[in-house]
């Protein structure tokens, strides 16, 4: 059976407050998902962390990366890349009765170990494009025939207006004559 790669033990760091260790850890993180940008399940995740034992706690300083998958939000087709993250984080213990506060920015410290799994899922999560782009000039898909027109224009003719805001068209002016905007 292998460690988890993702608890560090911390038992004599706790134990000298201004203490520092430097951690590389390397592990699979599970699969994270947001709006069709995926870090898939088999992926590996890295964080260099440094770890500072400061009172009541310890601070966690690390950089993050892991690969990620997903497709261009206008031409569909499939990119991959490296996402790359910076976080800096307090594990902090709480007393047998205090209660775990849902508004906490803090992570749960608990025993001699410090689980950095939540720290590094949550880092690439909200690393993770919602709407990532092939290129920034990407032309995306013709409406019509959902051509890519990234690699030829179509023949289609330019879709015309929707019937439905035609009453509003007649607040356009002319080129030339005064309008209302």
């Known amino acids: 059976m292998t460690a988890d790669p993702w608890l560090i033990p911390v038992l004599t760091l706790r134990r000298q407050p201004g203490a520092r260790r430097q951690e590389c850890r390397t ?44 497709e261009c939000r206008r031409c569909l087709r499939p990119l991959g890349s490296e996402l790359h993250c910076e976080v800096r984080e307090l594990y902090r213990t709480r007393t047998a009765d205090e209660a775990a506060d849902p508004d906490e920015d803090t992570y749960p410290l608990d025993g001699d170990q410090l689980d950095l799994r939540p720290l590094v899922r949550d880092a690439l999560l909200l690393a993770l494009p919602l709407a990532p782009l092939c290129r920034d000039d990407c032309l995306g898909l013709c409406p019509a025939c959902g051509a890519d027109r990234n690699v030829d224009p179509c023949g289609c003719q330019a879709a015309a207006g929707d019937p439905r805001w035609g009453a509003l068209d007649v607040l356009r002016s002319p080129e030339g004559e005064p309008g209302l905007g």
Not at 40 to 56: K, M, Q, W, Y
């Open 27 to 70: 592990g699979r993180i599970g699969e994270l998902s947001v709006a069709g940008s995926v870090v898939p399940a088999s992926a590996e995740a890295t964080a260099d962390a440094i770890l500072d034992a400061v009172d009541g706690g310890i601070e966690v300083v690390a950089r993050i990366h892991a690969p990620w998958e997903g």
